[in-house]
């Protein structure tokens, strides 16, 4: 999986199903010098169902579910692969003026295929070619101003380790207007110590959560008295990390847990 992410064209998302404690999927990840995404403290309601494991899907360019099950992707997976000629472009056919630029966009050039596009629809007479110049220039704008604002917006919400990775990857498109400020933004949040303190503290909330995952396990979900002490075992908990952790966005985090907590207890603020 670490040789296809290197492949453009393909988004690998991931979902680690199973309870183990942080330190230990941290180890996993080392270990196999995993490159590509994990998600741990999210859930999935997309209706996709993995009686066993590891279970792979397989969605084309087309957004349609080309392959499901746990073995033998590899086959579909390169059939599709094939099919993208401009990854990332949305087409995959462009006026021949344009496959310059296209090529350009597609290895994330986005600086010189934005300025190989605008030359040719300023010279072009061909309404087709002025078309397909207009959209690479425009897809390229789109691209740049989505991830400035998802990296202002995760700043804003002090989601510093996802505005980092924002701001990275606005670095490919210096020399257009948006994205100048891209390598100060970023010197900023990887200098400050408030930024790496609400960091380490956003981990520290995920350990805890799972380490909370891998008590719940151990319980009988039915024994109405087993899950009282669940529930007031995370409340402590919760309430404990909040303490320590004051100020930051983790903390919020840990306070709207509490509160579910209390909810689920019955106990009235």
């Not at 309404?127 to 789109?142: V, W």
């Not at 909330?205 to 909370?212: G, Q, V």
């Amino acid at each position: 999986m670490n040789e296809y992410h290197e492949k453009p064209g393909l988004h690998i998302v991931t979902l680690y199903a199973q309870v183990h404690k942080l330190e230990e999927i941290e180890e996993l990840v080392t270990k196999h010098e995993i490159k590509y995404p994990i998600a741990l403290d999210s859930f999935w309601e997309a209706g996709y169902e993995a009686p066993g494991l590891p279970k792979m899907w397989i969605i084309g360019a087309d957004g349609k579910v080309k392959f499901a099950g746990m073995a033998g992707y590899s086959k579909v997976l390169e059939e599709e692969l094939a099919k993208v000629k401009y990854p990332g472009l949305g087409k995959d056919k462009v006026h021949s003026t344009l496959e310059p630029a296209a090529k350009l966009f597609s290895e994330g050039k986005y600086k010189q295929a934005h300025d190989a596009a605008e030359k040719v629809f300023d010279d072009t007479d061909d309404s087709a070619a002025e078309d397909d110049a207009d959209y690479i220039m425009k897809r390229i704008e789109e691209k740049l101003r989505n991830l400035k604002m998802h990296a202002e917006t995760f700043e804003a919400e002090r989601r510093y380790d996802r505005a980092i990775k924002c701001w990275e990857a606005l670095l490919p498109f210096k020399g257009l207007d948006d994205a100048e400020e891209a390598p100060e933004r970023l010197k900023k949040l990887k200098d400050s110590k408030d930024v790496a303190k609400e960091i380490a503290a956003r981990r520290a909330l995920l350990a805890e959560m799972l380490l909370l995952d891998l008590e719940f396990a151990k319980i009988d979900a039915g024994d109405e008295a087993q899950l009282k002490k669940f529930r007031e075992t995370c409340l402590a908990a919760y309430k404990k990390f909040a303490d320590a952790n004051k100020g930051t966005a983790a903390a919020d985090r840990a306070n709207e847990l509490i509160t579910i907590f209390k909810e689920l207890l019955g106990i009235k603020e």
